[in-house]
């Protein structure tokens, strides 16, 4: 199936996946939501499998493209961080390639927190900072360019403290990454000398505040133990 016969999907859709199933959050009674649900495909998977998920999303024509593909999905159209729902109305809260891109991330996270019912997961996905700033220099030939966009970079330390201070209860982890998504990502990016850079330094060997990609549960104490 050719791009223009698909949603448009942003970020690594499979790692994401994975994630969501290594933390065991997925069942018929959790009520989940996606901040930056984009055109829906993780909802519409998600749903699709029996889970009870929401979406909030920026974007008017991402929205609107995903009800083309799936129906009327449940998102909601927001301007911020602001969250439309009301205290601990959810069991676990997803963003996958968002949280470097909010400027005010403090204000993000008191957000989620407020959402999440005691003993539920944010989960999150963000490209790591020390690695990212490299990449993105090197993709757009600036130092300061991808700031724009990535303006809350976080290494993993900084982003377990984060969510600390917050009172999250921090777990990082090991999501491979390197597909053919993110092997088509470097070519289309950094080229022959990427892609050659690829064959000899595998990111998933990495340590993991060495990846990529970080990938984090952040829990809201107060509930039962989860594995």
């Given at each position: 199936?050719?791009?223009?016969?698909?949603?448009?999907?942003?970020?690594?859709?499979?790692?994401?996946?994975?994630?969501?199933e290594?933390?065991?959050?997925?069942?018929a009674?959790?009520?989940?939501l996606?901040?930056?649900?984009?055109?829906?495909v993780?909802?519409?998977t998600l749903?699709a499998?029996?889970?009870?998920?929401?979406?909030?999303?920026?974007?008017?024509?991402?929205?609107?493209?995903?009800?083309?593909?799936?129906?009327?999905?449940?998102?909601q159209?927001?301007?911020?961080?602001a969250l439309?729902?009301?205290?601990?109305?959810?069991?676990?809260?997803?963003?996958?390639?968002?949280?470097?891109?909010i400027?005010?991330?403090?204000?993000?996270?008191?957000?989620?927190?407020?959402?999440?019912r005691?003993?539920?997961?944010?989960?999150?996905?963000?490209p790591n900072?020390?690695?990212n700033?490299a990449f993105?220099?090197?993709?757009?030939?600036?130092?300061?360019?991808?700031r724009?966009?990535?303006?809350?970079?976080?290494?993993?330390?900084?982003?377990?403290?984060r969510?600390?201070?917050h009172?999250?209860?921090?777990r990082?982890y090991?999501?491979?990454?390197v597909?053919?998504f993110?092997?088509?990502?470097?070519?289309r990016?950094?080229?022959?000398?990427?892609?050659?850079?690829?064959?000899?330094?595998?990111?998933?060997?990495?340590?993991l505040a060495?990846?990529?990609?970080?990938?984090?549960?952040g829990?809201?104490?107060?509930?039962?133990l989860?594995?």
């Amino acid at each position: 199936m050719s791009e223009a016969q698909a949603p448009r999907r942003f970020g690594n859709f499979d790692a994401n996946l994975r994630f969501i199933e290594a933390t065991g959050i997925l069942s018929a009674q959790a009520e989940i939501l996606e901040i930056g649900s984009g055109t829906g495909v993780l909802l519409d998977t998600l749903r699709a499998r029996g889970a009870r998920v929401r979406g909030v999303e920026l974007r008017q024509a991402l929205i609107d493209e995903g009800r083309a593909w799936f129906g009327e999905l449940p998102v909601q159209k927001v301007d911020g961080v602001a969250l439309p729902y009301p205290d601990a109305e959810f069991d676990a809260v997803m963003s996958f390639d968002v949280f470097e891109h909010i400027p005010d991330s403090d204000a993000h996270l008191a957000e989620v927190w407020r959402v999440l019912r005691p003993g539920g997961d944010y989960l999150l996905q963000t490209p790591n900072k020390w690695t990212n700033v490299a990449f993105e220099t090197i993709r757009w030939r600036s130092f300061t360019k991808f700031r724009e966009e990535h303006c809350s970079l976080h290494s993993l330390g900084e982003l377990t403290h984060r969510l600390q201070a917050h009172g999250f209860a921090v777990r990082a982890y090991d999501v491979p990454v390197v597909n053919d998504f993110f092997k088509a990502k470097v070519r289309r990016h950094l080229g022959p000398i990427g892609a050659a850079a690829l064959r000899v330094v595998n990111p998933d060997r990495l340590p993991l505040a060495m990846r990529t990609n970080l990938y984090v549960r952040g829990t809201r104490p107060g509930g039962p133990l989860r594995a």
